[in-house]
Every structure is written in C-alpha cells, then in structure tokens.
C-alpha cells in the first residue's frame, strides 16, 4: 500500500493566496459547501439530504478532476467506500500525494483551500457541517468553545469513516425514519470531530441517568405516533425539555436503544404484523410506513431481517 508523502512545495507551486488570506474571507463572500462542490466535481450528487439545522450528507460519482477547491463556508467531513484512487493535494507550503482508502478521513475546514489532482474517477461520502453546528453540540455537551479543525488528508479513523458511510444508506427510504438517522448522526459526527480532530480534543462526560418515566413515555408516544407527529431530534428533545446532545443520551441510557434504532426496530414489528395479512400488498405496506418506494421498504426490510418482505411472509405461513 503506497504511503501518503508529505514534503513543502517550492515557491513557484504556491498558491497565490496564503492560507490565512483564504481564511480571512468573510463566511458571506465564501460560496456554501454543496454549490462548490458541484462546480469542481462538474456533475450533481448521486444522492443528497440537508437540514438547515444540521448540514447536508451527499454521495458522489465524479470523474477524474484537475482544480482549486475555494474556500467555504462549510467544514466537509469526507469518506472513501473503496479504493484506491491517487490524488495529490497542495495546500500553501504542503504536498500530499497518496491514495485514498476505507477507513479514512479527510478534514477540510471552513475557509481552506488547495489545490486537488485525482487521476481516477472516485465515489465519496461528504458531509458538509456548519460551524455553527460545533459550536451548538459543544454547548450542548457543556464543554468550551470548539478550537479550529485540524486539516486531513486520508487520515486513519475507522470510527469516524464508518459512521459518515453508513450515512450513504439513509440518503433514501422512510422520511421519518432517515431523517431522524441524520439529525442523529450529524451530531454525532460533529461530537466525533470535537474529540478526535480540533487543535485541543474536547473531553466529553459520561452518561449520568435516563430519562424519567414520564418524559420517556411521552417520546415513545410521539415516536409511535401514526400521524404526521413531528419525530426529528429537535422535537423530541425539545418535548423533554433537553438538548439534542443530551436527549439521544439519556433515551439511550432509559432503553439501551437510540431514537432512530429504536424507531427502527418499532417499524419492522409494525412491518411485521402488516405481513402477516395475505390481502395487503407489499406496496401498500411500504407506503403505509412511509417509505419512498417498495424497492427502499425491501432493501431496509432485507437488511434487519436478512429476508425480503416477499420472502419473509413465504415463510411465516
């Protein structure tokens, strides 16, 4: 396996703007993560889902690229699902050549520029993170303003790289459900960042107590709920009167399950029991439960059960 090389550029292949001229733009004048993105990788993402109160997840197919990535207003969070594909990236004084790989992360904070050569086409998961969003789970943790991000280039974290490619698999199905999986995941990530990717790591506390009954019950209610309840991590945690960071902790420390995989697994029983009647249609059922298509139940179904719903309800009878 081919190791990244790290070494200082001379004079003539520095870029024209220093780094810290770059990261001197105010945030207004920097174009936002998604429309840069689509200028340099010159198509649209295969599958995109952003939240004003979060960022966006995107997953590219792009071609070969030889150009200037600008400065944005976003930090972008990136994971490679194969590999390798040779790159090259320069970025004031530094060099890297190397080659992407699973279990990697690269970093490009707000307001960083370089210049990036990939020789093959490549698919990547992107996560486009507002500031604003660190700063918002640091105060939720209780801990100090989050210090810069470090910048990455396939930097081994396995954790990290994991959590943003199973992002790639809610990108599509139940609106409820993956919309839930991402307010999730957004803070977690943003969580991982503060710990494993800052200039000073932040220290997080441990879990201390669940949630009460009362306030347990009245999440599992709404979570349940048929109707058009509003389920996202903001509501939830705002009916327990806690933030989103210590709503997910405590919910999970009351059920030994978070809210989106408890969700899930009330879901499948619900799939489960709709199943079992021979008069509705598979289609009807994804519909019922709010899938996006027959084919997005089928594949969430496949991937819990290890069964198809077709092939599942063969059996049972």
């Not at 640091?138 to 990455?152: N, T």
Request: proline share 7%.
């Amino acid at each position: 396996m081919s190791k990244q090389v790290l070494r200082v550029l001379s004079q003539e292949h520095q870029p024209d703007i220093s780094r810290a001229q770059q990261r001197d733009l105010p945030i207004g004048e920097r174009p936002h993560a998604d429309a840069e993105m689509t200028r340099v990788l010159k198509t649209k993402p295969v599958r995109m889902a952003s939240d004003p109160s979060s960022g966006a997840i995107t997953f590219w197919k792009h071609d070969p690229l030889h150009d200037v990535v600008a400065p944005m207003a976003d930090h972008v969070i990136m994971s490679f699902p194969a590999g390798p594909v040779r790159f090259e990236r320069r970025n004031g004084k530094e060099f890297v050549n190397g080659m992407t790989r699973p279990g990697t992360v690269t970093v490009i904070p707000a307001g960083s520029s370089s210049r990036w050569d990939i020789y093959q086409p490549l698919n990547v998961v992107q996560l486009y993170l507002p500031h604003t969003t660190l700063q918002r789970v640091a105060h939720e943790a209780d801990v100090a303003a989050p210090a810069d991000l470090v910048e990455r280039t396939v930097h081994p974290d396995p954790v990290t790289s994991r959590l943003l490619l199973s992002a790639a698999d809610a990108l599509e199905g139940s609106a409820a459900l993956d919309s839930l999986f991402r307010h999730q995941l957004t803070d977690l990530l943003a969580t991982r960042l503060l710990a494993a990717h800052v200039g000073s790591p932040t220290t997080f506390q441990p879990v201390m107590g669940g949630l009460s009954p009362k306030v347990l019950s009245r999440a599992i209610e709404r979570l349940r709920s048929d109707s058009d309840s509003d389920v996202s991590l903001a509501a939830l945690a705002a009916d327990a009167g806690l933030s989103r960071f210590h709503f997910c902790r405590a919910f999970k420390e009351s059920t030994g399950l978070s809210p989106h995989a408890w969700l899930r697994q009330h879901r499948l029983e619900q799939a489960m029991n709709m199943l079992r009647d021979p008069d509705a249609s598979v289609v009807s059922i994804a519909a019922a439960l709010g899938y996006s298509s027959q084919t997005a139940f089928a594949a969430a179904f496949r991937k819990l059960t290890g069964e198809t719903p077709s092939d599942w309800r063969r059996r049972i009878r």
